[in-house]
């Protein structure tokens, strides 16, 4: 008979049957057992058991949430109820994001004695330089990465919400990955370009015949995203004529082709965009309020890169990737401290470009700031404090820049020191000494 603290061994065996990665842990964060499916995945030749969760999956050695991480553990051991969270965690393929569901299991007496973790890798987004997708891992990010994560494999309507460049389109393309529709089609409709008549016709198809230029019957791109995603860009700009025959379709599930009575039913998961106050504008009758409440049922915003400035260096190594494949380009210090100090109004895309841009003007392996476009250096400074000491010279002194920097990240990150430290690549003492010296709170 195993003892009253210990778990069954039927639990074991039936753990080991489940194709995905579990692990069985304490309430002190101790791994007692791992199915197959979490040796192979996640630890392929090391010996886990007896290890703690978060010196496993983090190296940290302390738990993750006093290491400014959400901890499930904890939380479930809170709330007594199965808890789902987005890590990054050390995997034998490099750091990838995981979803982690954690279920409490009660002993004999009702008392929460282990936990049961099933940890499933979220593939759409990397937190490593990357040629494809989704890069990043501040902590705007990851907040945002969390809700994709928790909404994707649902069907529900999501609003993306973002200024322009932001990457939305790119996030509707992981929530589409990520969902059970990837099999499918993923129709990206931009809504900004289509005039009215030809909006109908373009998103529900037409008859032979239907009107002057029809000459032969079309699909339209509800019929194309069949089983899969409808990518609604910029949203906000449908015409008001046209947001009624769109909430029809979201409401009865059917639409017709235009030229046709024949009723078609739609099977289509629908994610929207737009950089517009549409909650604004539905207030004030420019966008219709039903349709609003219809497209949001989970509304996720996507930051601007000004929200998440610690991931500048790890964007300019993947977007060089992207723009100069072949080369191995890098970039140097002193690039790099312009780029970080840079505001980016146009966002990702913005960077994307200015490196595209620097490719072009380099020569030789390393972006240096006389590749950079002139405006980028110029001391016009972004948030006031760099243009008080680059007035006279026109360069910004280092420190002024570097305090201006750190301003930034502390104000945009959410974790604990000693994660922010990480991220920057300092030492926890390091980090407090810059603090001080610039007298950041
Ligand atoms: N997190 C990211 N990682 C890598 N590349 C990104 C990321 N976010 C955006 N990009 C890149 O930035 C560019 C702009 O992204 P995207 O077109 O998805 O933005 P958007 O918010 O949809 O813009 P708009 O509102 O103007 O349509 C693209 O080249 C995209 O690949």
Known sequence: MPSENQPLPELLSFLDTLPEPHILC??????????????????????VIGRTCYEVSHRYSLPCDQAGE??????????????????????????????????PLRDASGEIA??????????????LSDRHGLVGRAPAFQHMLGLVARAAPSNASILLQGESGTGKELVANAIHEASQRAGHPFVAVDCSGLPETLFESELFGHERGAFTGATSRKAGLVEAA?????FLDEVGDIPLGMQVKLLRLLETGTYRRVGSTELRRADIRLVSATHRPLRQMSAQGSFRQDLYYRINTF????????E??????LLVESLLGRVAPGRSLRV??????????????????????????????CDGDEITPAHLAEDLCEPAAPHGVLAEGAAESGIAPWET????????????????????????GLSERTLYRKLRQYRIG
């Open 26 to 47: 304490d309430r002190d964060y101790r791994i007692i057992a791992a199915n197959t499916a979490y040796r192979a995945g996640f630890a392929p030749g090391r010996g």
């Open 70 to 103: 959400t901890c499930p553990l904890a939380r479930g051991l809170k709330s007594g109820q199965r808890e789902r969270v987005l890590h990054l965690h050390h995997t034998p393929r490099g750091e990838e994001y995981v979803n982690i569901e954690l279920s």
């Open 114 to 127: 282990w936990y049961i973790e099933k940890m499933e890798p979220l593939n759409v987004a990397r937190g």
């Open 226 to 230: 069949s089983g899969g995603t409808l």
């Open 299 to 306: 509304p996720i915003t996507v930051p601007p890169l000004r």
């Open 308 to 313: 998440r400035v610690s991931d500048i260096p």
């Open 332 to 361: 140097s210090a002193a690039a790099m401290r312009v780029l970080c100090a840079h505001p980016f109004p146009g966002n990702v895309r913005e960077l994307r470009n200015v490196l595209e841009r620097a490719s072009l003007m």
């Open 401 to 424: 820049m570097e305090r201006e920097h750190f301003l930034r990240v502390v104000q945009a990150h959410r974790g604990s020191r000693k994660a922010l430290a990480e991220q920057l």
